[in-house]
């Protein structure tokens, strides 16, 4: 069993800046790919972004430039600093973890239970 814990959500001042944090625990050897997806309401669940065990980054275009992805092997946790946010931000943001190796074999397509990031203007 692996589960995803996020924190680090809340509401801030547009321009202002938030860090997510996402801890995976459980019997992991490893996990291929981390990332961050966001669900505004009335809209689908987008990919933020994600970052490969080799450090490998993609960004959503809307981001590219503010949202900073990155992780830490050893914790299993990876971190998303959104700096200069926007109203347009505002969604819940969901952890995901993409083939997590473990003794058990492989898991697919890991889900957090999601952190509500609000952005006013």
């Known amino acids: 069993q692996v589960q995803l814990v996020e924190s680090g959500g809340g509401l801030v001042q547009a321009g202002g800046s938030l860090r997510l944090s996402c801890a995976a625990s459980?019997?992991?050897?490893?996990?291929?790919?981390m990332g961050w997806y966001r669900q505004a309401p009335g809209h689908e669940r987008e990919l933020v972004a994600d970052i490969t065990s080799g450090g490998r980054t993609n960004y959503a275009g809307s981001v590219k430039g503010r949202f900073t992805i990155s992780r830490d092997n050893a914790k299993n946790t990876v971190y998303l600093q959104m700096n200069s946010l926007k109203p347009e931000d505002t969604a819940v943001y969901y952890c995901?973890?993409?083939?997590?190796?473990?003794?058990?074999?492989?898991?697919?397509?890991?889900w957090g239970q999601g952190t509500q990031v609000t952005v006013s203007s």
């Open positions: 459980g019997s992991i050897y490893s996990i291929n790919t």
């Open positions: 995901n973890a993409d083939r997590i190796f473990g003794p058990l074999g492989t898991i697919y397509n890991s």
